[in-house]
């Protein structure tokens, strides 16, 4: 929960007893005033976050790997092991050996999208960038330029549509039923459920975490409304916990359903 928001709900002094409403989060806790603005242009929080996790990523990976020694140091080590977790857990199990040259696009996205999820539990920042649709679509549409790109290049324009759209071993009678499925389901709808799948999972925690926390404070009175405002207190700290596994497997399926198209478009045809 954002800092603005319990500084508010203390400011007016609104509890279960103060004759005040519940103060339910909505999309407002979704919308930010810019920080600054360059004519139209207005640069905001979930920017600014998204800007931090990339020089944090670029940082940490040029940093480890800038001098890499036979024996690794510590930075170097850490670096090692999640290149290598993202290598050998989702590249080369979804693409195999002929994925090693889109490991390194692999492994910046995990990390992006993985900090960018986590920026919601740090101090001061409390935000998830992913919860807000843009950057989820901005990184499907690289996925989806990249999964169409190495289709028609591996395939040529014709043979590419036939790889998307026309599946083998099919009774022909059915073509007629499943080619167009197949056409709008691997070219429209797989970027837009990679985008709509790591927004809605970050939008809804970190709303329901908002929730409990407002709650906390509003339930908070020297009466029996201090047990209530200790179980969503409770159940605030259970979410985040739980936030914060999920924020992983996002990452992590992300980048799994994206190696899962790069394989399938590097697949020789039937």
């Known amino acids: 929960m954002s800092a603005d928001r319990l500084t508010q709900l203390a400011s007016g002094g609104c509890h279960l007893f103060s004759g005040c409403g519940f103060p ?6 979704f919308q930010f005033d810019s920080i600054f603005k360059v004519g139209s242009f207005g640069f905001n929080k979930p ?20 001098k890499p020694k036979v024996v690794p140091g510590k930075l170097q080590l850490l ?13 080369l199990e979804n693409i195999g050996k002929r994925g090693e040259k889109y490991t390194p696009m692999m492994v910046s996205l995990f990390f992006f999208v993985w900090l960018l999820n986590v920026m919601s ?12 649709i843009g950057f989820p679509a901005g990184l499907a549409l690289m996925v989806w ?12 324009f014709i043979g590419g549509l036939k790889h998307l759209c026309w599946p083998s071993d099919v009774p022909a009678p059915v073509m007629f039923i499943l080619v167009p ?13 990679l985008a709509v799948r790591l927004f809605a999972n970050m939008f809804a925690g970190h709303l329901l975490i ?14 029996v409304g201090a047990l209530y ?11 985040t916990a739980f936030e914060l596994l999920i924020q992983f497997l996002q990452a992590y399926i992300f980048v799994l359903l994206a190696c899962t198209y790069i394989g399938g478009a590097l697949e020789e045809s039937h």
């Open 229 to 239: 405002a200790g179980a969503s207190f409770a159940m605030t700290l259970g979410l």
């Open 79 to 91: 670096g090692e092991i999640g290149y290598d977790f993202v290598k050998r857990s989702i590249v």
């Open 181 to 193: 499925i197949e056409f709008v389901s691997n070219i429209f709808l797989r970027p837009f459920t």
């Open 145 to 156: 330029v990249t999964y169409m790109g190495l289709t028609f290049k591996k395939h040529g």
């Open 47 to 66: 920017m600014l976050l998204s800007l931090i996790v990339m020089v944090l990523v670029v940082g940490f990976f040029w940093a480890a790997f800038a």
């Open 121 to 132: 539990v740090i101090p001061f920042a409390q935000f998830p960038a992913a919860a807000v």
């Open 210 to 223: 908002v929730m409990f926390s407002v709650a906390s404070w509003y339930l908070l009175s020297p009466s």
């Open 24 to 29: 339910a989060p909505g999309l407002n806790e």
